[in-house]
């Protein structure tokens, strides 16, 4: 496998091009050329600092070392789906950490110790990027579906209610607002899935054939790659909510109010009074 | 059946209901009579336990109820709310909703029983078939509280079951649950004609 380098100088030339898109947002007075300027500045700095520390790491290619860095996007990943969920930080982390820490095992042991076979499992140039692709889907997904799980669930809380009242179990009456969040992080997962190589090579597959890798063996590497995304957000989100469920319910199956983060719980606590005013109207 | 006692709900801090008793036997058909906002939803909710009262006890089958009692509560009672505002397509989804849990799965009922329940409630079983879009307020209420006799539970909780009814249909309604004897029954409800066929009118405003 031969790759065809870039040279520095070439690759400023590449940099030249720029000039197209910062004249025209210039000419039309987007005020946006500072931003385009800063933005490939932190691109670049960015991205040569994770080459950077990618080359010292495959180059120890040490297992608690790359252990420790799929660790270390796990934290970050948890931290990144409660903050952008706006849940609480405290309930909420063992049930996010663990959903991805389960997911990437099972993943990882699967598609590299299974599927791919690599001679050494804990081989940076797999387990990193395989890993960190699951992660980062995974935590997307999670978002998704966490936003709206638990919107709905206040939003409908009525709906929960007369499950309840009629004689669903806890489980039985969360049932609709996992299929709905199911429903909207997969749907857009899917019609990807369904038109990927048709509209666009996907990301993978152009990394690898760029790279000097045939298109046959691209390809399998694509596949396998949806399919442990696939299979990885599908774990980690009904894991999330299932462990979370333990959680923010009372001894009476009734949603805790604190389940959502601080600064938005005010909110949340303002439409329980507003509803509330609403039923004691009757 | 129901025995309340001392009953005070509260929502942050300012009382609501205070110091509500009423018993309710087994067959009795009782309602809470109370103008717009004054709590009789709550008391319901509470009985249901999703709003805590902050005194007093609830004992429901001779269950006080608690958190280790509240399954058992909820296993035996019917609830219709007072609006279904719903995410459901069809008629038969909301009709026949409550039967998906495995609670109800027994009582499923057949084809024949819930043609004679829709006819006894003045509708056309073919309403089954159509979009709950294309229902009025009083034939949506109608198919809950027909979906809620259906479940064949010992006590039914009713928030507000004629608000959406003109005066024939309010009739049957009446007619269908205050003649049931087996039934236990509890209702919010602000209707006169309503109040005048319960066994026991509690008005809630005397407990402010």
């Known amino acids: 496998m031969e790759t065809h380098d870039i040279s520095w100088m070439n690759l400023f030339l ?223 989100i009904i894991f999330t909510i299932l462990l979370g469920n333990r959680y923010i319910f009372d001894n009476m199956d009734n949603l805790k109010p604190d389940f959502k983060r601080v600064e938005k719980r005010k909110k949340y606590d303002n439409n329980v009074k507003r509803t509330q005013i609403k039923a004691t109207k009757k | 059946m129901i025995e309340v006692k001392d009953l005070e709900i509260s929502y942050s801090g300012k009382s609501i209901i205070n110091g509500l008793t009423f018993h309710v036997p087994e067959g009795y058909k009782a309602t809470l009579k109370g103008r717009s906002g004054s709590g009789k939803s709550s008391v319901l909710m509470s009985l249901l336990g999703f709003v805590k009262p902050a005194n007093g006890i609830i004992k429901i089958n001779g269950y006080i109820l608690n958190d280790s009692t509240i399954r058992k509560i909820r296993s035996i009672t019917a609830w219709v709310p007072q609006e279904l505002g719903f995410n459901l397509e069809y008629t038969h989804e909301l009709l026949l909703l409550p039967f998906s849990f495995r609670l109800n799965k027994s009582s499923y009922p057949t084809q024949v029983e819930i043609n004679n329940a829709l006819t006894d409630f003045g509708l056309n079983p073919d309403i089954l078939e159509k979009s709950l879009k294309e229902l009025s307020g009083g034939e949506k209420q109608r198919i809950s509280l027909c979906s809620a006799l259906l479940q064949k539970k010992p006590l039914l909780f009713l928030d507000e079951p004629t608000s959406a009814l003109d005066a024939k249909t309010k009739s049957i309604v009446t007619e269908i649950f205050l003649q049931n004897k087996n039934l236990t029954l509890l209702s919010a409800s602000h209707d006169d004609m309503w109040a005048k066929y319960n066994d026991l009118v509690i008005d809630i405003t005397k407990y402010h």
């Open chain 1, 14 to 236: 590449g940099y030249l091009m720029l000039i197209i898109p910062v004249s025209i947002l210039y000419w039309f007075q987007t005020g946006l050329v500072k931003q385009v300027i800063i933005s490939v500045l932190r691109m670049t700095v960015q991205l040569f600092f994770v080459g950077l520390y990618l080359e010292l790491i495959f180059n120890l290619n040490n297992m608690w070392i790359n252990m420790a860095w799929v660790v270390i996007m796990i934290f970050i990943a948890t931290f990144v789906t409660i903050q952008r969920s706006e849940l609480n930080r405290k309930t909420f982390f063992i049930p996010v950490i663990l959903s991805l820490l389960i997911s990437i095992v099972i993943i990882d042991a699967y598609f590299i110790g299974l599927v791919v076979r690599t001679e050494y499992f804990f081989d940076a140039r797999f387990f990193i990027p395989i890993s960190g692709m699951v992660i980062g889907n995974c935590m997307e997904r999670n978002i998704i579906a966490l936003n709206t799980y638990y919107r709905s669930i206040t939003r409908e809380s009525l709906m929960y209610k007369y499950y309840l009242a009629n004689g669903a179990t806890r489980q039985e009456a969360l049932q609709p607002y996992i299929k709905e969040a199911l429903k909207a992080s997969f749907n857009p997962l899917l019609a990807n899935m369904a038109v990927i190589g048709l509209i666009a090579l996907p990301g993978v597959m152009t990394g690898q054939i760029l790279g000097g890798s045939s298109p046959n063996v691209a390809i399998k590497y694509q596949i396998m790659l949806l399919m442990s995304i696939f299979i990885g957000t599908m774990i980690t």
